[in-house]
């Protein structure tokens, strides 16, 4: 058993996943009820309930979770759902689809007796309307500051894989990260390992980062190596990759982890029967 998320805000959600999977519950539930603790969380400007709004104000969420046998669900561009992670996996299991996005997804939310929640905390809006005043746009993500993406393997050996985040503080309105997008911001495949990102999203999309991951560890790689080559590989494509920030973590069907990013800063929390801890991830190179 092992469960892996990005962040410091993944600790407390690792902790909520390992009771899960401690109990010979499902990685499928454990990395849904992990996450669903950080986008609970309003004191996380970055994920859910509390998460920073777009430039017009507005929070809009996007979110993924896959499982062992390929199955997935995704939503995007939410604007009023506190738990999309759950959303996600409504669409997976009750859906003969993969992604909704917006107002649809919204509607569909009530059809599951999922309510509508304004997402905007008094704090969210007041450094709004601070940024407002500059409209700078700080790109991602020197801070310790992202989506939460959770790997988890269970007692029986099953991994599952989650996703969720409010995207980039101060995007354009109708902006989409990775978070969301099966293959770039989360893959699982359960003959191989499982893999996800954090960091800025566009970056992430160009190459599909979380597949490619697998698809390194498919053909030999470890988890860690398979990070690497990842970061590598995206480096190489992307010129500008020294002014923001990407990190990556893989899990793979033995239960080796890996984690690694394009800038220093980048943890992970890593959670295992010998306990919980916060690491710093390897990166690339320094600025
Ligand atoms: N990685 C989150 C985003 O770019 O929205």
Redesign the pocket.
């Known amino acids: 058993m092992i469960a892996i998320s990005t962040w410091n805000f993944g600790l407390p959600a690792n902790k909520v996943a390992w009771e899960i999977i401690a109990q010979n519950g499902t990685a499928l539930d454990a990395v849904e009820h992990g996450v669903r603790h950080c986008e609970a969380d309003p004191e996380v400007r970055s994920v859910g309930y509390g998460g920073l709004p777009d430039k017009s104000g507005i929070v809009t969420l ?1 979110a993924c979770i896959m499982d062992h046998y390929g199955n997935c669900g995704s939503v995007a561009y939410v604007k009023d759902i506190k738990h999309p992670i759950t959303l996600a996996r409504r669409v997976m299991e009750r859906t003969n689809h993969v992604m909704l996005v917006g107002e649809g997804a919204s509607q569909f939310a009530e059809s599951q007796g999922i309510n509508r929640e304004f997402l905007l905390t008094d704090d969210a809006r007041t450094r709004w309307k601070q940024w407002k005043k500059k409209q700078e746009f700080s790109e ?1 993500n020197w801070e310790n500051h ?2 939460i993406c959770m790997l988890a393997m269970d007692s029986t050996g099953l991994l599952a894989g989650a996703s969720t ?1 409010s ?2 503080a101060w ?1 354009m309105h109708g ?5 969301p997008i099966i293959g770039a ?1 989360l893959y699982v495949d359960g003959s191989v390992g499982a893999a996800a ?6 970056s ?1 999309m160009k190459m599909c980062g979380s597949f490619l991951i697998v698809e390194y560890m498919r053909n030999g790689a470890t988890a860690q190596q398979a990070c690497i080559m990842a970061a590598k590989r995206l480096a190489q494509q992307q010129k500008d990759w020294s002014e923001y920030q990407v990190g990556f973590i893989a899990l793979d069907i033995h239960g080796n982890y890996g984690a690694f990013s394009l800038k220093d800063g980048f943890q992970y929390a890593l959670s295992t029967p010998e306990g919980h801890k916060l690491c710093d991830a390897q990166y690339l190179e320094t600025p």
């Open positions: 996007d991602i992202d989506t985040t995207g980039i995007k902006r989409v990260g990775d978070s911001g990102a954090t960091g800025r999203g566009e992430v």
